[in-house]
């Protein structure tokens, strides 16, 4: 094609679809994925079970089927470009799903942004390290998922690993490569993100309620930011055989904490009240939403259908048995009322791509956030998405 041409292709099939984006000029190509925000795709992305991939190991099972629906369009496409340097590139779930293509066609180039862990030892092991980029922000908790022991899957991460950490500081990165991934992929993802999104503006940023909980566990005090997932770590690893110091400081302090705390509860609380487990997973996900959609960066959105990997047995319970899941929808719909509204989303905002641009380009990130003003119409909209996705789960179930 013309070298001062440029090609946009979007690709999407349906409402819960994934979207591929190719962008096409000066004789490159740039395949970027980004991942649903749709409650209704947290029933496949909870599906943490793994399915072996044609060219070697085993991947997430949900991440697989979420690329399925569309990979063979992308690869119609990129087969168009023959010849042509291709650099891959996704962040959060759609980090996962260009990982996945990446490992069916290999790329010039790939670049993660905060994504989730995907495959296991070998199905990395398909891909050159050397031609993979693997960026994290110090303190997201979304890379991870899924837990590196459940079910004893295997899951590990691959590529080379990039640190942004808090002070914006890199780390476990050198020169040459800090100055591929400013120079090329922040100038690209800049590029592509204005394609996918259109943006607006929301004013000045205000001061939320910081996330400080009072505990009598040791060193488990929750900072105001992402920053927490130390905290969280303790948590998720204690034995279920801690459940009793566990499961009454959760309850207690549930209205105040993070909505990772809220599936841990969950899926802490299912062997001996699967009931009570649903509802709690259901208050989760409603509160997610409303933490995420108060961020201003909408990329940071794709964790609503990350964090409820972690109670996947939950869903498999729920799927199997509509009748509690609708009293404990309901249920979880009048205790959210209970819950305050000036919770601060930054734990999840710090997830958004303008974090990862910004600890690229080592600058201070401050307007991340709508106004408070429009918390209580995002407040509503995240309960009666809910209960629509909810509507959608017992039909699906009833069939």
Not at 163 to 180: A, F, G, M, S
Not at 217 to 244: K, V
Not at 346 to 357: A, K, L, N, Q, S
């Amino acid at each position: 094609m013309d070298s001062d041409k440029t090609e946009n292709i979007i690709i999407q099939r349906g409402r819960h679809s994934p979207v591929a984006l190719l962008s096409v000029y000066s004789e490159k190509v740039i395949l970027a994925f980004k991942g649903t925000s749709s409650l209704h795709d947290w029933l496949i992305n909870a599906k943490l079970w793994m399915k072996s991939e044609k060219n070697g190991g085993r991947v997430h099972c949900g991440f697989q089927q979420e690329l399925d629906v569309i990979w063979d369009e992308v690869e119609t496409n990129l087969n168009r470009f023959d010849g042509l340097e291709i650099f891959y590139t996704g962040h959060s779930l759609g980090g996962a799903l260009t990982t996945i293509a990446a490992a069916r066609r290999p790329p010039t180039l790939l670049s993660t942004f905060g994504a989730p862990r995907v495959g296991d030892r070998i199905f990395n092991e398909t891909m050159d390290r050397n031609k993979w980029f693997r960026v994290v922000r110090s303190g997201d908790p979304v890379p991870r998922i899924p837990p590196q022991n459940f079910l004893w899957s295997g899951y590990e991460h691959g590529g080379r690993l990039i640190i942004i950490e808090d002070d914006w500081q890199l780390h476990e990165v050198n020169e040459k490569d800090y100055n591929v991934l400013k120079t090329w992929f922040v100038r690209e993802v800049r590029r592509i993100r204005t394609l996918m999104n259109s943006s607006k503006s929301f004013g000045s940023p205000i001061k939320p309620r910081p996330m400080i909980v009072e505990t009598d566990l040791p060193e488990l005090e929750i900072p105001a930011s992402a920053g927490f997932t130390g905290h969280f770590q303790h948590i998720h690893e204690r034995p279920i055989s801690d459940n009793d110091l566990i499961l009454p400081w959760l309850e207690k302090h549930a209205s105040d904490l993070p909505p990772p705390y809220l599936f841990e509860l969950a899926r802490r609380i299912f062997s001996h009240s699967p009931e009570k487990s649903v509802e709690y997973f259901f208050l989760a996900t409603i509160r997610i939403r409303y933490d995420a959609f108060r961020c201003k960066d909408k990329s940071a959105h794709q964790v609503v259908n990350i964090w409820p990997q972690i109670a996947g047995s939950v869903v498999e319970f729920m799927l199997h048995n509509p009748d509690i899941a609708a009293s404990a929808g309901l249920a979880a719909l009048d205790k959210e009322k209970k819950f305050p509204d000036d919770n601060s989303p930054e734990w999840v905002c710090h997830h958004g791509m303008d974090y990862f641009i910004a600890g690229m380009e080592k600058k201070n990130l401050t307007d991340w956030h709508v106004p408070e003003s429009e918390w209580p119409r995002i407040r509503e909209e995240a309960r009666s998405d809910f209960a629509e996705s909810l509507r959608e789960l017992l039909n699906s179930s009833s069939q």
